[in-house]
């Protein structure tokens, strides 16, 4: 066991990350103003862990003064979340402001000025409106992709000189493989043609954002906050190599090759012609997506993933999935956290930034999510009312570890933030895992409570260098 010190450079980012939808609450939401989660809250609440979603969530939308000032506290220098689409239209059709709406963000962005913290916008953090799911079937339709920019139109019109860092999308691969691959969540439709046509048409979304942010002329850059899943092959045979490969093609690459790239992989093509997967696109299309690629990119990164060659047939009457081509693999000996179910790897965070290094032109970018969720912290509260998380000290101070020694390496990663500032809900599991510096007490009002992680970050804010005890593995 030794011990090291590394520095952090005074311009690296050291933020936190949430979203509209699981922090905000429906306080002040009109009729008609319902988001996907919404309606999936409404329709199928008995899955949401203790009945707990998006109704109230923390509250943010009446205490954020509150939570900036504990922003603040924990030495925060950015902080991300959303712009609900859902909650800043009154008419989607016609791009109508809600004037409240836009009045409160107005408000928080005012408030996170005062305090030195910056904000960094999506403009769609799972928050498509109800209303378009309903009448277009969402990001099927081109219109959605039009009335998307719209209302971009709109939000860059009342914020540019307030907000200079905007992303389209959280984790746009998410909702429609949940819910159209998996068959997961509301509204459980395996339909793969359907996955694809959400994937592309974020693509494109994505690049006229890009163009429109561009013309406009307005100050700062437009990225996309994605989610690749840092993947391994259970061995080096060529099989679970392809496994590997095949896993990455359809999760990772399908978004990371036409945002930096400008380009689809061709062998993704090929792939999707061959198991009949139709999807609809122009050449028009494409060349959007070539001109206007992002700007930068944050990369949300928690667990490896481990896949091996398929073992068993697939049935003939099943829609195609890519799990065609792989089976998860579970590593034998792993560390785990044992609460998500998800494997404690932080080498994924080294490994994702030398792939952007030497794959994607070494863009901009930055973690956008890491982070440690755990159940029944309450087990961990000491006689003075706070948990010691320590657990979520070292998870996040191993993962930042791996990130600053990419950077020493070249890697152009421009900072870490974490999931997530306070405790805050997650899709069906609700309240149950904790991942926040703050605690929300549910029986109190939700009441914040800083947890010793806080203390812990605001002094790697302010020393600006991490310690860390280094096992020979970490090493």
């Known amino acids: 066991m030794s011990t090291k010190t590394i520095a952090i450079p005074p311009s690296f980012i050291l933020g936190a990350a949430a979203s509209a939808w699981q922090t905000e609450g429906w306080e002040g939401k009109k009729e008609g103003q ?39 506290q924990a030495g925060l220098t950015h902080y991300r979340t959303s712009i609900n689409w859902a909650r800043f239209l009154t008419d989607y059709e016609r791009g109508v402001v809600d004037e409240t709406y836009a009045a409160y963000y107005d408000a928080l962005f005012d408030e996170m000025q005062r305090q030195g913290i910056e904000p960094m916008i999506c403009l769609e953090h799972y928050e498509l409106p109800g209303y378009l799911l309903e009448k277009y079937g969402g990001w099927a339709s081109k219109k959605v992709v039009e009335l998307f920019v719209l209302y971009t139109e709109k939000v860059f019109a009342r914020f540019h ?8 999308f959280n984790e746009p691969v998410v909702v429609q493989t949940r819910v159209y691959l998996d068959a997961l969540r509301w509204p459980y439709e395996q339909n793969t043609s359907t996955w694809m046509q959400w994937n592309h048409h974020k693509n494109l979304a994505t690049a006229k954002v890009v163009r429109l942010f561009r013309e406009k002329g307005y100050a700062g850059s437009v990225g996309c906050i994605l989610n690749p899943e840092v993947t391994y092959p259970r ?71 481990r896949v091996k060659a398929p073992s068993r047939a697939w049935h003939a009457q099943t829609p195609f999935h890519p799990a065609w081509y792989y089976e998860p693999f579970e590593l034998p000996g792993r560390r785990m956290n044992k609460s998500r179910g998800w494997e404690i790897f932080p080498q994924i965070i080294y490994d994702m930034a030398m792939r952007i290094k030497n794959e ?116």
């Not at 319902?34 to 899955?47: G, Q, T």
């Not at 006689?383 to 101070?397: L, V, W």
């Open 34 to 72: 319902d988001s996907w989660p919404d309606l999936w809250y409404k329709f199928d609440r008995h899955v949401w862990h203790e009945g707990y979603g998006p109704a109230v969530a923390t509250n943010f939308y009446q205490r954020y003064r509150e939570d900036v000032a504990l922003m603040k």
């Open 235 to 305: 061995s080096s045979a060529p099989h679970d190599v392809l496994a590997a490969e095949r896993y990455d093609l359809f999760y990772n690459r399908m978004f990371l090759d036409p945002m930096v790239k400008g380009r689809y992989p061709p062998e993704l093509f090929a792939l999707l012609k061959e198991h009949q997967v139709a999807w609809d696109y122009t050449d028009d299309e494409l060349a959007v997506i070539r001109d206007n690629t992002v700007d930068e990119l944050g990369i949300n990164l928690y667990y490896p993933h």
């Open 360 to 475: 994607y032109g070494n863009i901009p970018w930055f973690v956008a999510e890491s982070g440690m969720g755990v159940e029944n912290e309450g087990q961990f509260r000491n006689a003075q009312g706070t948990i010691e998380d320590d657990y979520r000290i070292a998870f996040i101070s191993e993962h930042l570890w791996q990130t600053l020694r990419a950077r020493e390496a070249g890697a152009n990663c421009q900072g870490f933030m974490l999931w997530a500032f306070t405790d805050n809900v997650s899709p069906m599991n609700a309240f149950k895992n904790r991942y926040g510096l703050v605690e929300i007490d549910l029986l109190n009002n939700r009441d914040r409570r800083a947890k010793k992680s806080l203390a812990w970050f605001r002094q790697l804010s302010d020393e600006r260098q991490l310690t860390l005890t280094l096992d020979d593995e970490i090493k």
């Open 161 to 168: 000189q307030k907000v200079t860092r905007w992303f389209t």
